[in-house]
């Protein structure tokens, strides 16, 4: 079923719900010129849908000007018999809601919506919008003329019925599909980058609200215009504690023992059991933690002890129609995992917990699973994919920190990569190719394999198969499937070319091996941006045996190799904090990149200890427990950069959440510029401290 609400800002382009507007009136006066006919075609991404459609004539009630006449081919007699605008309206509203409009010049088409919708006294809110005028332009600044003609040659697409509402809708609708490769072209793939770049045409935006595009009906036009921004609402934002009240509170009488208490608790599977009676305000509530508190503190008969002298009074309570995130930050103020919901007259209608809280979380995180293992082609991939920022903001509201976050995230870029596997293969079976030719494996390299993807994953994958060199084109053919597939539905192709449609990136275990150890004698310290995260990586598909032994066969070479692993330190050393004179940030336009000078030099200390006490660890805050436990590492500076890494991690998720908002592309670059004081100083106090571990490890990570 459609969504009634617009699609958020990071929704990937390819997994966009839209419909292509265009109006014909009667004339290019918004404020005063009337709907003479409407047609609207819906797309999901580049593809054109047959359903929904609209194609209406529109009575305007005023007489048809010659000049309108002319252009369009419309006149009186034409719309005579057509309904008033108010009546056409519903079926408009149906096709548009929860849609981005997308069109030529389509401020002009909301503009007159708008005010038509003002003269009927209908309630409007402009949707979300894309102009492929101000898209194409954007993209070639030089072109002189922005004009639909003008634009379908250029993109081969055909206008038929030129003016007519359907067909210049049909036109545009042809010319967008064609403008989402281009758009990926320039790296822009989500609705929020779309908008971002169309609003560099400044001119365009200065010379429509000049022309009142954007004039609101009885208001003085904005003096600075911008394309509407779709907003995330996060879940817990929305959702009221009644709506995760599952059952009715249990209750018992203040005058049953502890062991009463306990066997309702346990016959019921609940933590919690309110005393007194329902339908009455609860007198006390008792807690599994209760129980356990008590049992600890002193010997209790639990068949004596009433439960209300262990009860807690009074109980804290919520009414049900309070927002969830209140609830949360009540039971985090005061330390409790229950609370009691209750209706307006005070009356406990349901007791809450972390627990339940936790459920609903990871419902929303098995649609993940369940859309993308439905996922048949890459549109319905990037769809899936389009839900992860939403599913990291709601973690976050929730309290989980960035690498929490990041091992779902990392989990759904594994994924991804497995169906975009699935999917490659059968379209090669189809194709003929036939099945594999000998056994494989597709690996996730860097930040996926670790389990410390945040919102900005590129393509890190490779190909390890048990054929031989006469077998590579087909593996190649994988690859290639593998990495189209995943462009297109979100995650780019990687700059460095770490990817199994890569020759150096797929092979035998035997051309691995051969490779691993050409590494291992012959790195040069500017290869190992690439080479180290292959230590990193975890097999998603296949044969995972053949990834397993692998992994377990490189780490073990490269633990003995002093040569490699003193040029890893090399390179470690070279990934310095960005600080300045006196232990001060080191800013670039406001805003400082924690990868390269926080997240890259504690995940390669880490790797790169963890290696020499040939640890086959993934994730850096276990590597860095090993190093320790290898005596690499002290276990005070193993928990020192432990804690760094995740809060540096949870500063950079928190950035791209927001820039993600704001339809900017998120990266590592944290913005420092207006902050708080005492957070960009603790900032500097963490980078100094990994600064100095960093100059204290010198020997051990290169001895």
């Known amino acids: 079923m459609q969504s009634t609400l617009p699609p958020p800002s990071h929704t990937a382009l390819n997994a966009l719900p839209i419909a292509v507007l265009d109006l014909e009136t009667t004339g290019l006066d918004v404020r005063r010129d009337r709907v003479v006919q409407v047609g609207a075609i819906a797309m999901l991404g580049a593809r054109i849908l047959d359903a929904p459609r609209i194609e209406q004539l529109v009575n305007p009630g005023v007489p048809m000007p010659e000049t309108a006449e002319r252009i369009h081919g419309l006149g009186d007699a034409d719309v005579a018999g057509a309904p008033r605008f108010a009546a056409v309206y ?3 509203h149906a096709m548009l809601a929860g849609r981005v409009i997308v069109g030529h010049n389509v401020a002009f088409d909301l503009a007159v919506l708008r005010h038509e919708a003002a003269r009927e006294g209908i309630a409007w809110q402009d949707p979300p919008a894309l102009d492929i005028a101000m898209l194409v332009g954007a993209l070639e600044p030089a072109l002189p003329d922005l004009g639909l003609e003008t634009i379908a040659s250029d993109f081969d697409v055909q206008i038929d019925h030129r003016h007519s509402a359907l067909g210049d809708s049909l036109a545009a609708a042809e010319v967008f599909a064609r403008l989402i490769p281009k758009l990926r072209e320039a790296d822009v793939r989500t609705l929020g980058e779309a908008q971002a770049l169309a609003e560099k045409r400044d001119d365009l935006v200065r010379r429509q609200a000049e022309a009142g595009w954007y ?8 003096a600075r215009p911008t394309l509407p921004v779709a907003r995330i609402d996060s879940y817990l934002y929305e959702r009221r504690l009644k709506d995760l009240i599952g059952r009715p509170p249990l209750f018992i009488s203040h005058e049953a023992t502890l062991r009463d208490a306990i066997r309702e608790m346990h016959a019921n599977r609940v933590g919690a059991i309110l005393i007194g009676r329902a339908g009455a305000q609860p ?3 008792l807690t599994e933690r209760d129980v356990l508190r008590e049992s600890a503190e002193a010997k209790l008969d639990f068949d004596r002890t009433p439960v209300r002298s262990v009860m807690t009074s009074p109980v804290e309570v919520m009414p049900s129609d309070e927002l969830v995130y209140r609830a949360l930050g009540r039971m985090d103020r005061l330390g409790f995992r229950h609370l009691c919901v209750v209706d307006e007259h005070g009356i406990a209608i349901g007791v809450l917990s972390q627990r339940d809280v936790l459920h609903h979380r990871v419902s929303a995180a098995m649609v993940l699973g369940d859309a993308l293992q439905a996922a048949d082609d890459a549109a319905s991939m990037a769809a899936s994919h389009s839900q992860v920022p939403e599913v990291a903001r709601r973690l976050v509201a929730e309290g989980m920190g960035g690498t929490e976050v990041a091992a779902v995230v990392s989990h759904e870029v594994r994924a991804l990569t497995a169906r975009a596997t699935e999917l490659t293969l059968a379209r090669m079976a189809n194709d003929g190719r036939g099945a594999p030719p000998a056994d494989w494996c597709v690996l996730v390299l ?3 394999g670790r389990g410390e993807s945040l919102l900005v994953a590129d393509q890190d994958n490779a190909i390890v198969h048990a054929g031989g060199a006469q077998d590579d084109a087909w593996f190649a ?3 290639a499937g593998i990495a189209t597939l995943l462009d297109e539905a979100g995650i780019p192709r990687c700059k460095g070319g770490v990817m199994g449609a890569n020759a150096e990136w797929r092979g035998t275990l035997a051309d691995w091996k051969s490779r691993v150890d050409g590494w291992l004698r012959r790195a040069k310290p500017d290869d190992l941006m690439n080479i180290d995260i292959f230590f990193d990586f975890l097999p998603v598909a296949g044969d995972s045996q053949l990834g397993h032994r692998l992994h377990a066969d ?5 633990s003995h190799s002093p040569t490699f692993l003193a040029l890893l330190a090399e390179w470690v050393d070279r990934l310095r904090p960005p600080l300045g004179m006196f232990g001060r940030l080191r800013s670039k336009e406001g805003r400082v990149d924690l990868k390269r000078g926080g997240l890259m030099p504690i995940v390669s200390i ?8 040939g640890s086959t660890a993934r994730t850096t805050a276990d590597r860095l427990r090993d190093a320790a436990a290898g005596g690499r590492l002290s276990e005070s500076d193993a928990s020192t950069l432990a804690g760094i890494h995740a809060d540096l991690m949870s500063r950079v998720l928190r950035q791209q959440l927001i820039d993600l908002g704001e339809g900017v592309r998120p990266s590592s670059r944290v913005a420092v510029n207006g902050e708080p004081r005492n957070a960009v100083r603790s900032l500097a106090r963490q980078l100094r401290t990994l600064d100095e571990i960093m ?3 010198r020997g051990a990570v290169a001895g």
């Not at 880490?606 to 006490?613: D, G, I, N, S």
């Open 90 to 92: 519903p079926a408009l």
């Open 446 to 448: 860097g930040s996926g």
């Open 283 to 285: 007198e006390g509530i």
């Open 215 to 222: 004039a609101v009906p009885g208001e003085a036009p904005p």
């Open 695 to 697: 100059n204290g490890l």
């Open 477 to 479: 053919e994988l690859g």
């Open 554 to 558: 490189a780490v073990a070479a490269a």
């Open 606 to 613: 880490a790797r790169t200890l963890a290696l020499r006490v």
